[in-house]
């Protein structure tokens, strides 16, 4: 029996949005940079689509491939918007499940919903083909941050999901459970050991940070709507200062830097020069960060019909960047960490955490 599509939508439901393919808007190219990462989830669903041919023979092996991709990194990062590409480009249905819907203050009811949300999506890989199930905020299981309050409780449910896992995996179904968390260390360490792939998101450094903001500008443009030519000129003046002050660094320490190592570029850029501009602007911006500050923008230029210079650079102030906000809480919960951490949000922003120990 296959399912149909309302029935997938009815039945999965009450746990997460189901997409199909044909409802997905965005595509991989959408999402900019991030070139490693789409050349693994590539491959990824490449193997996926094939997957069910293969079952047979791969249950011979005894090593089925575990099926789990664990995305990690700060908020507006692009990890759900490029799965849901990947799921629009390999024709492949996702649900996309708020881990903290499934967590209820009621014993064995978390249990229940997890397993309920997993067998239910294998069900439907087994019956209809390929599959996503997409846990966004997948720490919610099994941390103390969930509303689970007994220890004993979020034990169990880390344990069922992980069972219910390794079923789905033994068993050959062709779904693939992707989870999502912008808090790496408050994952219980189990479910991070028991995804196959870890693959790691950040926030845009200034040369995709620009490639970003102009493909932005651009879509502006293609609705026939005014930007300033200036805007471009001086993006590409101050990333000219910012590339030159980078390579002298690097030459004089020795070894390649990032924008994010201690705040070492900026340092020297704001010693050697008196830019001031977007790039600056938007250190510790997500790429969520930027299209919002460009809706804001884009709401003045409703009623001043050209986009300038100065509209586009104090809407983006206004929105503000996610890495102060993440810092914060970084800062309010890590009680090891410096002084200096708090001094400018320039400062240690994007140095997203690693994985947790394993
Ligand atoms: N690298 C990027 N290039 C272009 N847009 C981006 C990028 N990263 C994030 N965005 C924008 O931010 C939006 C939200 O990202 P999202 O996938 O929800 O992030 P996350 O799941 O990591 O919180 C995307 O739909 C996209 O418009
Ligand atoms: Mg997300």
Known sequence: MTYS????????????????????????????????????????????KKYEDMIEQLK?????????????????????????????????????????????PLLGDTIKNIRNVVELSADIAEENGAFILFFDEIDAIGSERSNIHEVGEIKRAVISFLQVIDKINYEGVPLAIFGATNHQHQLDSAIWRRFT??????????????????????????ADIGVDDSIYDKLDIEIQKIQKIHRQLEAKLGREISEFDDNL??????????????????????????????????????????????????????????????????????????????????????????????
């Open 5 to 48: 599509d309302e029935e997938i939508k009815d039945r999965l439901g009450k746990y997460g949005s189901v997409y199909l393919p044909e409802e997905i808007i965005e595509s991989v190219d959408d999402i900019l940079g991030n070139r490693v990462k789409k050349e693994r989830l590539e491959d990824f669903f490449k193997a996926l």
């Open 60 to 104: 011979k092996t005894k090593l089925n491939p575990n099926l789990t991709v664990l995305l990690y990194g700060p908020p507006g990062t692009g990890k759900t918007s490029l799965t849901r590409a990947f799921s629009k480009k390999y024709k492949i249905p996702i649900c996309v499940v708020e881990s903290d819907r499934l967590v209820s």
């Open 197 to 222: 792939f870890h693959l790691k998101f950040d926030f845009p450094d200034y040369e995709l940070r620009k490639t970003i903001i102009e493909s932005f500008l651009k879509k502006i443009e293609d």
């Open 265 to 358: 570029l900026w340092n020297e850029v704001n010693k050697k020069s008196d830019i001031n501009g977007l790039l600056k602007l938007t250190i510790g911006y997500s790429g969520s960060d930027i299209e919002r500050g460009t809706r804001v923008a884009l709401f003045k230029v409703i009623h001043t019909g050209i986009m300038t210079y100065n509209i586009f650079y104090n809407s983006l102030q206004l929105v503000g960047g996610t890495a102060v906000h993440v810092q914060t809480q970084d800062v309010l919960s890590a009680s090891s960490r410096s002084e200096r951490s708090s001094e400018r949000y320039g400062n240690d922003t994007p140095k997203t955490s690693g994985p947790p120990e394993i």
